[in-house]
């Protein structure tokens, strides 16, 4: 990453996940409720285990902020975990006597198997207390702060539930969807009738002791064409994105825009015609003296922004702990076992969309840090209404 980066530690069940955050501007308003009403976010939806009724999730800023405001300094995030109590000698830090409920039956679907070889552990429970989901509430606390950043910029990011298991909603024209109805849906779903086949779909699941993936769609809206760039592989800000979904526990794949399908289209039929900004010329109103005619592209060109809405799918693997565990091999003599069961979720797409919300808001924020840079916030929005005045006046630089 660039400008504004993080980092993460903790455990699943350790004290608690800490995220150091860099690079944010100074006098940025932010207090710990913003970030707590997306760490709720996070843990809500159908499907959820019993460790979402364990934990409360609520930051503590320790670092970094001063009177409400950023300093420009590195801003340090701690969230308790509540369960803490009950592994304390599991997860001690100090030296113990000898554990005896070692794990040594890998999950399959799961990094078990593949970080006990890496790091040469005899025991899992060092892999599945890093690799657990978990840790994505600390990245929901550094999207949160990115997302206050974002609204200087006027630019909003949601997600809503499309398939679980399946089960598929009806496509929904995005400027239709109820977003506060989305909200409350149980499943972060805009497709009321679809989502009636998701909850039962779960249950099913559920009492076969089964777990279920799905997708979810997310949408960035009010972006400036210009974020990211065409000149090295590592600035184009799609393969940015892709880089931050696919980090995402349990997540196998993204799609940008129409993706998958344009490879059996021809090019007259994929590429967004690029039309006047006439109000009678165009779907909606613009800002910019240029529109497109459809968004195939996701908002996205040559690595670049292109002023329309980024709109992407990620699809979400079921995840690998299932109540009633597949086949595996015990690590101490190579014996056909059943895998480790530990309390699990039975469905996490709609969690998942939150969590990718975070990704793509912490993308955004450096994408925007690098295209219009500053050192605090006023600065910062000063570039980019500088930046916005000279695309307006384009057509008088020829």
Same mark, same amino acid.
């Given at each position: 990453?660039?400008?504004?980066?993080?980092?993460?530690?903790?455990?699943? #069940?350790?004290?608690?996940?800490?995220?150091?955050?860099?690079?944010?501007?100074?006098?940025?308003?932010?207090?710990?409720? !913003?970030?707590?009403?997306?760490?709720?976010?996070?843990?809500? *939806?159908? @499907?959820?285990?019993?460790?979402?009724?364990?934990?409360? +999730?609520?930051?503590?800023?320790? &670092?970094?902020?001063?009177?409400?405001?950023?300093?420009? &300094?590195?801003?340090?995030?701690?969230?308790?975990?509540?369960?803490?109590?009950?592994?304390?000698?599991?997860?001690?830090?100090?030296?113990?006597?000898?554990?005896? =409920?070692?794990?040594?039956?890998?999950?399959?679907?799961?990094?078990?198997?593949?970080?006990?070889?890496?790091?040469?552990?005899?025991?899992?429970?060092?892999?599945?207390?890093?690799? !657990?989901?978990?840790?994505?509430?600390?990245?929901?606390?550094?999207?949160? $702060?990115?997302?206050?950043?974002?609204?200087?910029?006027?630019?909003?990011?949601?997600?809503?539930?499309?398939?679980?298991?399946?089960?598929?909603?009806?496509?929904?024209?995005?400027?239709?969807?109820?977003?506060?109805?989305?909200?409350?849906?149980?499943?972060?779903?805009?497709?009321?009738?679809?989502?009636?086949?998701?909850?039962?779909?779960?249950?099913?699941?559920?009492?076969? %002791?089964?777990?279920?993936?799905?997708?979810?769609?997310?949408?960035?809206?009010?972006?400036?064409? *210009?974020?990211?760039?065409? $000149?090295?592989? =590592?600035?184009?800000?799609?393969?940015?994105?892709?880089?931050?979904?696919?980090?995402?526990?349990?997540?196998?794949?993204?799609?940008?825009?129409?993706?998958?399908?344009?490879?059996? /289209?021809? %090019?007259?039929?994929?590429?967004?015609?690029?039309?006047?900004?006439?109000? =009678?010329?165009?779907?909606?109103?613009?800002?910019?003296?240029?529109?497109?005619?459809?968004?195939?592209?996701?908002?996205?060109?040559?690595?670049?922004?292109? @002023?329309?809405?980024?709109?992407?799918?990620?699809?979400?693997?079921?995840?690998?702990?299932?109540?009633?565990?597949?086949?595996? /091999? +015990?690590?101490?003599?190579?014996?056909?076992?059943?895998? #480790?069961?530990?309390?699990?979720?039975?469905?996490?797409?709609?969690?998942?969309?939150?969590?990718?919300?975070?990704?793509?808001?912490?993308?955004?924020?450096?994408?925007?840090?690098?295209?219009?840079?500053?050192?605090? /916030?006023?600065?910062?929005?000063?570039?980019?209404?500088?930046?916005?005045?000279?695309?307006?006046?384009?057509?008088?630089?020829?």
């Amino acid at each position: 990453m660039g400008q504004f980066r993080f980092f993460t530690a903790g455990e699943s #069940h350790g004290k608690g996940l800490l995220a150091v955050v860099e690079g944010m501007v100074a006098n940025l308003p932010l207090d710990s409720r !913003s970030i707590d009403l997306e760490l709720k976010r996070r843990q809500t *939806g159908y @499907g959820r285990g019993a460790r979402m009724a364990i934990e409360n +999730d609520k930051v503590e800023i320790l &670092s970094g902020v001063r009177h409400g405001c950023t300093m420009g &300094s590195p801003i340090s995030l701690f969230i308790p975990n509540q369960d803490w109590q009950n592994w304390q000698k599991a997860m001690s830090c100090e030296p113990v006597e000898e554990m005896s =409920d070692t794990i040594t039956r890998p999950r399959p679907g799961h990094a078990d198997l593949a970080g006990a070889i890496k790091y040469n552990f005899k025991d899992i429970r060092p892999v599945l207390e890093r690799a !657990s989901a978990r840790e994505t509430a600390a990245r929901v606390a550094v999207g949160a $702060v990115a997302r206050e950043f974002l609204k200087a910029f006027g630019i909003a990011i949601r997600s809503y539930t499309i398939a679980v298991g399946a089960c598929i909603g009806k496509d929904q024209n995005l400027n239709h969807i109820d977003w506060q109805q989305v909200e409350r849906s149980p499943l972060r779903c805009a497709d009321s009738k679809a989502e009636k086949l998701m909850l039962v779909a779960i249950d099913e699941a559920k009492a076969q %002791g089964d777990t279920l993936g799905g997708i979810s769609r997310i949408i960035a809206t009010g972006l400036p064409p *210009g974020l990211g760039s065409h $000149v090295q592989w =590592d600035r184009r800000l799609d393969g940015n994105i892709a880089r931050a979904m696919m980090s995402i526990n349990a997540v196998k794949g993204i799609e940008i825009g129409t993706g998958f399908a344009q490879a059996g /289209l021809k %090019g007259s039929q994929v590429h967004d015609t690029i039309a006047s900004a006439e109000p =009678d010329a165009i779907p909606k109103p613009s800002e910019f003296p240029w529109r497109r005619l459809s968004n195939h592209a996701g908002g996205i060109e040559g690595g670049i922004s292109n @002023g329309e809405d980024i709109i992407f799918q990620i699809a979400i693997k079921p995840i690998a702990t299932l109540a009633k565990p597949l086949s595996s /091999l +015990d690590l101490r003599d190579g014996s056909q076992v059943e895998a #480790h069961y530990e309390r699990s979720d039975i469905c996490v797409v709609p969690a998942t969309g939150v969590i990718a919300e975070a990704m793509l808001a912490i993308i955004l924020a450096d994408a925007c840090l690098d295209k219009f840079g500053g050192d605090s /916030l006023s600065e910062s929005t000063a570039n980019y209404r500088k930046y916005l005045e000279g695309i307006s006046l384009w057509e008088r630089h020829d």
